[in-house]
Nanobody
Framework: QVQLVESGGGLVQAGGSLRLSCAAS????????MGWYRQAPGNQRELVAR???????NYADSVKGRCTISRDNTKNTVYLQMNSLKPEDTAVYYC????????????????WGQGTQVTVSS
């Protein structure tokens, strides 16, 4: 079992900032990448930002320059610093881990957090 515990969502005014955190624990053999996705009502889940174990990052065009993803490999924790938030950033944000379970043959799969609500008021 792999657990992802998210924190940091909430309500903020446009132009404000939030920092999301996600800690992975449990029976995981290897983490290849960690990231954040979001889903607004009526929309598909979309990538916000992703970071590999080696530190390679990629961002959605809509958040480039406003968000920074980072991770602490020693704590299996990923962070998303979001600045200059806009009402269109309102969504449920999901932590994602691209990892391999501890049981042989260490199948690679996606793990998901329960989601944290981010609401940006205008």
């Amino acid at each position: 079992q792999v657990q992802l515990v998210e924190s940091g969502g909430g309500l903020v005014q446009a132009g404000g900032s939030l920092r999301l955190s996600c800690a992975a624990s449990g029976s995981i053999f290897r983490i290849n990448a960690m990231g954040w996705y979001r889903q607004a009502p009526g929309n598909q889940r979309e990538l916000v930002a992703r970071i590999t174990t080696g530190g390679v990052t990629n961002y959605a065009d809509s958040v480039k320059g406003r968000c920074t993803i980072s991770r602490d490999n020693t704590k299996n924790t990923v962070y998303l610093q979001m600045n200059s938030l806009k009402p269109e950033d309102t969504a449920v944000y999901y932590c994602n881990v691209d990892g391999q379970g501890s049981g042989w043959p260490h199948i690679r799969r996606d793990y998901w957090g329960q989601g944290t609500q981010v609401t940006v008021s205008s």
